[in-house]
């Protein structure tokens, strides 16, 4: 009997996997299709490798004004996704490596929970049956698809279709324009589709600042991307998106149609009712320790349906293997930094002010454009990016850090870690920050708060 099993090999239980038999658990790891979940095979990974092809084919058709001229350039597609998938398969042996040095053992196939025997958690994996002392839940999370008229039809794509296209289309649609819809819709508009995002919210980007929303639409809006919001998509027809707005209906041309408006935890056909498992709006419950309602029993991840991102199923996987070998720890949300890989890219990590007023708390904040950084001028063109922050006025310590442009998914950690330990403008002022970067940023703009 092993002291550990993990259902799914996502970012979660994989890295949970690694980190249980560093700490001497005899540790089984299921997973019905490859090593690293959506996020490894089907989400993260193969769309930031395909967005930074598609930069560069768009940064050297326009980069006169840096000085560099280029002619004949050429996108091909074939080689682009073979690269993506010569990544996939290198990170998913790295993987495989990592855990067998931890002497973590790997079952291959569709695990079912069946009810406890004894001090026994038991999943069945094809014809064998395997037995621990703990489990582990991390299934991760599906894609939704909004029941409308024509949804089925094969042009109508998830994240999972459509990362692997293997021509480009002349007109492509995004219903939904959260994080997963306005990346891939940077990516083909790129790359010389011509884009429509369909968005049933007034805004686009989900919950991000409402002026960074803005900007960032019309950054894509440069890029050729054509937005409708405040819309509802009402049915998919013949190549084709019909959505509602303003009591008027509308059809826009669709050759490929990305469905993206969202994400539910996958917690059907898997056996939880054997156990009685705590669900709420189909996600499993769990204590700041990642701890479920059934002694022994843990889940991390989207399954837990709390923050549906990779490295919060890092850090919560970590948070449930700790708990279980004793050590003191538990599950914070306030600082998750969450990034929008778009060209500009959308960096945030804590309260915007709006939030932050909603829960009462009395803010000071402060806003700066990045053309105050010599580092981003020299690197950027007639860009608009922007870096506001949110700051306790009672006590001056830094709740919410939000930026736009370059590539400041680089440099939101050091925001994160800042709101994490609690620091105050004063304490963050007397950190250095390197000479020429656009990480200077948020220093200075907490040194302008309140001119």
């Not at 050759?255 to 539910?264: A, K, N, T, Y």
């Not at 056996?271 to 889940?299: F, K, M, Q, S, Y």
């Not at 020299?378 to 922007?386: F, N, Q, V």
């Amino acid at each position: 009997m092993y002291d550990l099993l993990i259902l799914g090999a996502g970012p979660a239980g994989y890295l949970s996997a690694e980190r249980a038999g560093a700490a001497g658990l005899s540790t089984c790891l299921i997973e019905k299709a490859n090593l690293g979940g959506v996020c490894l095979n089907e989400g993260c990974v193969p769309s930031k490798t395909i967005l930074h092809s598609a930069k560069l084919f768009s940064q050297a058709q326009h980069s006169e004004a840096f000085g560099v001229t280029a002619s004949n350039v050429t996108f091909d597609l074939a080689k682009v996704m073979a690269r993506k998938t010569r990544i996939i398969e290198m990170l998913r042996k790295g993987i495989g490596s990592t855990l067998k040095k931890h002497k973590v053992t790997l079952e291959t196939g569709a695990g079912a929970i069946l009810p406890k025997t004894g001090d026994a958690f038991r999943i069945q994996v094809g014809n064998k049956i395997l037995e621990g002392s703990r489990l582990l839940i991390c299934t991760g999370s599906e894609a939704i698809r909004i029941p409308i008229p024509g949804a089925d039809q094969p042009f109508v794509y998830t994240n999972r279709e459509v990362l692997s296209v293997d021509s480009i289309p002349r007109t492509f649609v995004v219903i939904g324009g959260g994080v997963i819809g306005l990346e891939i819709a940077t990516f083909f508009a790129e790359v010389g589709s011509k884009v429509v995002v369909v968005e049933m919210l007034p805004t686009i980007g989900g919950p991000i600042d409402a002026e960074i929303s803005g900007i960032l639409q019309k950054e894509m809006e440069k890029k050729g991307v054509e937005f409708h919001l405040d819309a509802k998509v009402t049915a998919v027809g013949n190549h084709s998106v019909i959505f509602a707005k303003n009591g008027a209906s509308t059809e826009v041309a669709a050759d490929i149609v990305l469905m993206s408006v969202g994400r539910r935890p996958v917690t059907k056909g898997i056996g939880l009712e054997n156990l009685n498992i705590h669900l709420e709006r189909g996600a499993i419950v769990t204590d700041e320790r990642g701890r479920t309602n059934v002694p022994g029993v843990w889940a991390a991840g989207d399954v837990n349906g709390t923050s549906m991102l990779a490295h919060t199923a890092y850090r919560e996987g970590e948070v449930c293997i700790n708990d279980m070998s004793g050590k003191p720890d538990r599950m914070r949300y306030h600082a998750i930094p969450g990034v929008i890989y778009t060209h500009p890219e959308v960096a945030t990590v804590g309260l915007t002010q709006a939030e932050a007023e909603k829960k009462g708390i009395r803010v000071k904040t402060s806003k700066l454009p990045l053309s105050y950084s010599g580092r981003y001028l020299a690197e950027t063109e007639a860009g608009r990016g922007i870096c506001k922050v949110v700051v306790d006025a009672e006590y001056g310590t830094l709740l919410g850090v939000h930026m736009i442009g370059g590539v400041c998914s680089e440099m939101i950690f050091g925001a994160a870690a800042m709101i994490e330990d609690e620091l105050r403008v004063d304490d963050i002022k007397h950190i250095v920050f390197p000479h020429p970067t656009v990480s200077e940023i948020i220093k200075d703009t907490l040194w302008h708060m309140g001119e």
